[in-house]
């Protein structure tokens, strides 16, 4: 946004343009502008692995336990574990 300005808050830069929306409201600009259309392309990507139905089991009655979903319970150990392991590849490289 170097030489172009916003089309509302006549900003130069994006600092300038939000100390600008720190101080109005949309309300003040709303006949000003446009309606627009566009699509969002959405698609999660997610990966289905086989788990042990025991195991399974536990980490559902963990995760309602926790107030969470089992997806969310099964990530975060996931991504603890992949930390761990990055933390230990650094170690024994270092």
């Not at 979903?69 to 603890?80: A, F, G, Y």
Request: aromatic share 10%.
């Amino acid at each position: 946004m170097h030489e172009n300005r916003s089309s509302l808050s006549q900003a130069a830069s994006y600092e300038e343009m939000g100390e600008f929306w720190d101080t109005h409201s949309l309300d003040e600009f709303w006949e000003q502008t446009e309606s627009v259309e566009f699509d969002i392309d959405f698609q999660p990507q997610s990966f289905r692995f086989a788990l042990d139905s025991k195991l399974a089991e536990k980490a559902q009655q963990i995760a309602k336990h926790r107030g969470i979903s089992t997806q969310t319970l099964l990530n975060l150990w996931i991504q603890e574990k992949v930390q761990e392991d990055q933390i230990q590849e650094n170690v024994a490289t270092n």
